[in-house]
């Protein structure tokens, strides 16, 4: 790993901190920004409590996509669900084509206000990319290797969980990033049905004409969904050595 992109990312990382931790220090930079005098600093509620609540509602909606669709793509690439899937993919494909302020309008009557609507929208929005990378890597796994696997005296469940879903493991993790990278900007839309969440900022900004804290919801969500990138990346890198070596120390042996 260069040492520059690290340092870029400890930059950011400490950036975002610090701002998150002690908004007040940062001011200096924000108060040219401000007209008629605005407050400089976002102040109705703590940034770092709505940072870690927006973290919160995109993790609970990654994971329920992911479990979703990751279990879909799994009957889908099954010999007894391959018929459904055209119809899951399509499906999958709806959550996409609908904008998330239109999924929050229909969600709304049905589960009132809050982080529930929110959650359905990121849900349904984040689900084609997990759905998509789980049936690719699944589907990609060598016709010899699943002899290999027949051969060994392998059911088709053993098969499954400790030969194709390790090997598809690094492209269902590359969908998985995409969605909550997708999730994290998405999420601030939840604040106009009242969920928690930096959205707050980015409206309040909107609401009052205060260029201050736009910036100050944008640059959190920015530096937030950058590291998350870089972060999930890295695990995918990680998760394709170890079993990439696994393997082939079992085709060793």
């Not at 976002?42 to 609540?53: C, P, R, T």
């Not at 997990?130 to 005296?153: H, K």
């Not at 980015?202 to 919801?217: D, E, F, K």
Request: some cysteine.
């Amino acid at each position: 790993m260069k040492v520059l992109p690290v340092l870029l990312r400890l930059g950011g990382l400490a950036l975002l901190l610090a701002f998150l931790v002690a908004p007040v220090a940062f001011e200096p930079v924000f108060a040219p920004l401000t007209e008629f005098g605005q407050p400089a600093i976002y102040s109705q509620d703590n940034l770092l409590s709505l940072a870690l609540a927006h973290l919160s509602t995109v993790c609970t909606a990654v994971i329920v996509s992911t479990i979703f669709a990751v279990s879909l793509g799994i009957f889908v690439t099954r010999p007894f669900g391959r018929e459904f899937m055209p119809l899951s993919r399509s499906i999958a494909n709806i959550g996409q084509t609908f904008p998330p302020v239109a999924v929050l309008a229909m969600a709304v009557p049905a589960v009132g206000f809050g982080e529930a609507p929110t959650l359905i929208a990121l849900f349904l929005y984040g689900l084609l990319p997990i759905l998509e990378n789980t049936i690719s890597g699944l589907l990609q796994v060598p016709a010899p290797v699943l002899d290999a696997a027949r051969g060994v005296g392998m059911s088709e469940r053993q098969s499954l969980w400790q030969v194709e879903l390790p090997l598809a493991t690094p492209v269902i993790l590359e969908g998985v990033r995409v969605s909550a990278v997708i999730n994290l900007g998405t999420a601030t839309i939840g604040s106009t049905v009242a969920a928690k969440g930096l959205g707050e900022v980015i409206v309040a900004g909107l609401l009052s004409s205060n260029t201050a804290y736009i910036l100050q919801g944008g640059m959190v969500v920015g530096l937030m969904a950058v590291l998350l990138y870089d972060g999930l990346q890295i695990l995918e890198r990680r998760a394709s050595r170890v079993l990439g070596t696994a393997f082939s120390t079992g085709d060793h042996s």
